[in-house]
């Protein structure tokens, strides 16, 4: 989301449709092939079940991402990433271990995974808490309203972590063909990326249409506009596609311990890249020292869930 606040003179339907092409339609395909020539034969081996479970996973995830946008858009880089991942991590966490517990789970790692989610929460609330200044200098935007629309989001988002976890069968087949066992997850965010790509550019067509917001892209500097929002879009695919790949280097309890350190990380570099670009300047000095807290428990949680997945392999 970074480079958003470098585009000028467009309305936030402007950059969001660039990036929806480029992050939810373009890169996965272009991933894809280049890693997987085969991709389509995997498709043929999958059953209709499978395929059906992960564009259901996707769709949801995509009303998320419609809703992601709009929480950044209304409380900033730094306390939308905080409420929206926060609320992410837990539910893409906690559902793949209560559906399909690995082997040999046990109490001790069942209060440890909890200990690491809770403080990870509290991480999350004193970020949020600390962001309460904002409320003053929303300009007739509410932060309650803003803070309501990313829990939302965070709680659709978890659905993409669901459908990389529920898709397995379509990693597998990438895998008897051939694939190396760290790129065949490229072969499911094609698949999962779809729905994401119709709901973003969808609802930005609508947005386009219904403010008359297209003719910003005549505008002058409108190319700058776009290379800025490709970059997003660029950036995003190449982050989800690493955790493919390291949620499998993980072992077992990749997809729900790693789901937990990329939100985690992601909050963490959300609210550096914030207090960077001064979304916190005419901050107190209380809530940046509480924002500071906030993200001290992020680190805490994530060495936390480090060391179980080393208990557990």
Not at 98 to 122: F, Q, R, V
Request: glycine share 14%; net charge positive; aromatic share 10%.
């Amino acid at each position: 989301m970074a480079p958003s606040k470098w585009i000028r003179g467009w309305a936030w339907e402007n950059y969001w449709l660039i990036f929806a092409v480029t992050a939810y339609l373009i890169s996965p395909w272009v991933l894809a092939f280049i890693t997987i020539p085969q991709v389509f034969d995997v498709y043929a081996r999958c059953s209709p079940s499978v395929l059906v479970t992960v564009l259901v996973f996707g769709t949801l995830w995509g009303v998320g991402a419609v809703t992601f946008g709009l929480g950044v858009d209304a409380l900033g880089v730094a306390l939308g990433f905080a409420v929206i991942l926060g609320v992410a991590t837990v539910g893409g966490t906690l559902i793949p271990l209560i559906t399909a517990p690995p082997a040999n789970w046990n109490m001790n790692l069942s209060l440890l995974t909890g200990a690491a989610l809770l403080l990870m929460l509290a991480g999350v609330a004193v970020c949020s808490l600390a962001g309460r200044w904002k409320e003053k200098t929303a300009q007739g935007r509410s932060y309650t309203r803003g803070v309501l629309i990313c829990a939302g989001s965070g709680i659709l988002s978890a659905c993409g972590n669901l459908g990389f976890n529920f898709g397995a069968e379509v990693t597998q087949h990438a895998q008897e063909l051939g694939v190396a066992s760290h790129l065949a997850g490229n072969a499911l965010w094609t698949l999962l990326t779809l729905p994401l790509f119709a709901w973003n550019a969808g609802y930005a067509g609508i947005l386009l249409k219904k403010n008359q917001t297209s003719k910003n892209y005549r505008k002058p500097g409108a190319g700058r506009g776009i290379v800025l929002a490709a970059l997003m879009g660029a950036m995003w695919l190449a982050g989800m596609s690493l955790y493919g790949v390291g949620a499998r280097l993980l072992g077992p309890l990749g997809p729900s311990l790693g789901w937990a350190m990329l939100m985690s990380g992601m909050v963490i570099v959300a609210n550096l890249v914030g207090l960077g670009t001064g979304e916190w300047s005419g901050a107190p000095a209380a809530n940046k020292r509480q924002l500071a807290y906030g993200l001290g428990l992020l680190m805490i949680s994530i060495a936390l869930l480090g060391i179980m997945n080393g208990s557990k392999a």
